[in-house]
């Protein structure tokens, strides 16, 4: 009897103390760093369209009626999107658009997690790092269900135009639920939503065409104003092709089938020339031009052959560096290697109709463009280090870090933001390295500079 309780006793400290369902981590030397060459892409699309569409559009198809959700989301003094109508005065967040049945309703749209307030200034294209999802996503739908079908009942124009927001809330609230503050599970998101879609025409089914994931892997997000020097989507450069119908993605929603796709894709031709045209935003603070200067050199022989060029004649290698070499937390390129929804993405519509767009995972992390990258802190595609100085100098790094989750609290001195190291994860917005895939080891390239080089090359990107 004894045995047996020290026994279950074991079970459940292990149970505790290891992580369920990690990706197992990628050793196989045969992963290269590579160059991904460019993919003919649509030219013709307008950048004005796209904005309005991201703006307006009804790219996510259902929602909650406006007339229930308008005092959530219609306190907003400033018209960031400058919207007219019922737009006018919701948050830049959301959007009203009318349901497939016609009636009135309001969701989320891609600024919630592309555009991001700095300095008290709402800046389009940059990524949101304060967003939680440490809350129970499903205990919400749950609830959010239970109340619209008391308030307006299942027979109701109402419900009709909620019942898809209701199911791919059911359908994803439980995986996309993270344990770090800032972390964002958008790639988790369209697994979950997409595996209810047979890959052939997008029509929905019951049964998930495959597992998902047990843990949780979120990333920071990308500013799209980098966009426009990409050769491939995604920190893993997976998203292949033509980037209309990997942009679509955020669409499944608000689809039937592959008819209905067909229609709504055109508009992301010209999504996608809004993003091209993105210019990050200039660094407000005073530069040191003079040591700016003697920066460049020194960061075109450490860093230029990964990250390109930049000024009068730029140039962008679009470099997948392999984890072997980057060395940064290895769990979410390892995952995305063996992910189900590659195989998934390359045998559905996506990728057998034209304009294709495909997926190849590579066991590594594209070097970003470093344009406006004084803007978009945290740093590496976790998230993970909280300033330039701090990823520029490994030993450096904290190893929990808490910032204020406010947006004014931007650092111009390690230029990044402001925070403080904690001994424990303890804290409202305490990030923890120690998790896995949320680890800040790696990208030791900038550990060989001396105090003074490292700082000329930081004031050298601030000019980027
Ligand atoms: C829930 C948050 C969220 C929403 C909503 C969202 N995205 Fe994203 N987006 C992300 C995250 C996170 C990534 C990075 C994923 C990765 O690299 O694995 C990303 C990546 C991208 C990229 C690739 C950028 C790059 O440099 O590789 C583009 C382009 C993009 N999103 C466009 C959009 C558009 C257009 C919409 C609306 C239709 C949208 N996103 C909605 C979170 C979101
Ligand atoms: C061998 C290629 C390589 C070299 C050399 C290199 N980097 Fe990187 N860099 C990368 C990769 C790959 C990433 C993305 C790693 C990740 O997200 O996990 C990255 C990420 C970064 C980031 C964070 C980008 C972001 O959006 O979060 C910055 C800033 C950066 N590098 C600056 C530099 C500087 C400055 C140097 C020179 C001192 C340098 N790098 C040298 C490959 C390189």
Excluded at 201 to 222: G, H, N, R, S, W
Excluded at 239 to 245: A, E, I, V
């Amino acid at each position: 009897m004894k045995k047996l309780l020290i026994l279950c006793l074991i079970l459940i400290i292990y149970a505790c103390s290891t992580y369920k369902g990690l990706p197992e981590i990628v050793s196989d030397t045969s992963w290269k760093t590579k160059i991904i060459d460019p993919y003919p892409q649509q030219e013709d699309g307008v950048a004005e369209k796209g904005f309005n569409y991201l703006s307006y559009g009804d790219y996510v198809g259902s929602g909650l009626p406006y007339k229930l959700a308008k005092r959530q989301f219609g306190r907003s003094p400033k018209n960031v999107l400058q919207r007219e109508g019922l737009n006018a005065t919701l948050d830049y967040r959301a959007t009203a658009f009318p349901a497939k049945n016609g009636l009135m309703v309001v969701n989320g749209n891609c600024f919630t997690c592309h555009a991001s307030n700095l300095n008290g200034q709402v800046v389009l294209g940059l990524g949101n790092s304060f967003s939680d999802f440490r809350a129970n996503f499903g205990l919400f739908a749950n609830l959010a269900s239970l109340g619209m079908s008391i308030k307006y009942g299942k027979k109701s124009l109402e419900w009709e135009a909620f019942e898809d927001l209701n199911y791919y809330l059911k359908a994803s609230g439980k995986y996309i639920k993270t344990n770090q503050p800032g972390a964002n599970p958008a790639a988790v998101l369209a697994e979950a939503i997409v595996r209810h879609r047979n890959p052939k025409d997008l029509t929905y089914t019951e049964d998930p065409m495959y597992e998902m994931p047990k843990y949780t892997i979120a990333t920071d997000v990308p500013p799209l104003w980098n966009v426009k020097k990409k050769n491939a989507l995604y920190y893993t450069a997976v998203g292949r092709g033509d980037f209309t119908k990997l942009l679509f993605q955020a669409s499944y929603l608000g689809i039937e089938d592959s008819t209905a796709a067909r229609d709504a894709v055109e508009n992301f031709k010209h999504v996608v020339a809004w993003m091209k045209q993105l210019e990050p935003p200039k660094y407000p603070y005073p530069i040191n031009q003079e040591l700016a200067e003697s920066g460049k050199p020194l960061f075109e022989n450490h860093c230029s052959k990964c990250h390109g060029t930049y000024g009068e004649n730029e140039t962008y290698p679009n470099k997948v560096v392999s984890l072997g070499l980057v060395k940064t937390d290895p769990y979410y390129a390892s995952y995305a290697v063996k992910a189900p929804i590659v195989e998934w993405y390359n045998q559905s519509w996506f990728a057998q109709s034209e304009p294709k767009s495909y997926f190849e995972p590579e066991a590594g992390y594209i070097a970003q463009p470093l344009d406006g990258i004084w803007a978009t802190a945290p740093y590496l595609h976790n998230g993970s280090v909280p300033t330039l100085e701090d990823l520029l100098n490994s030993p450096q790094r904290p190893k929990f870090w808490e910032r204020k989750g406010s947006t004014s609290d931007y650092d111009p001195k390690k230029v990044g933001w402001k925070y403080v190291s904690k001994k424990n994860s303890k804290g409202k917005w305490t990030y923890d390295t120690t998790l896995p895939s949320y680890g800040n080891m790696g990208h030791y390239f900038g550990d060989k500079l001396s105090e003074e080089e490292r700082s000329a090359v930081i004031e050298y990107l601030k000019t980027l």
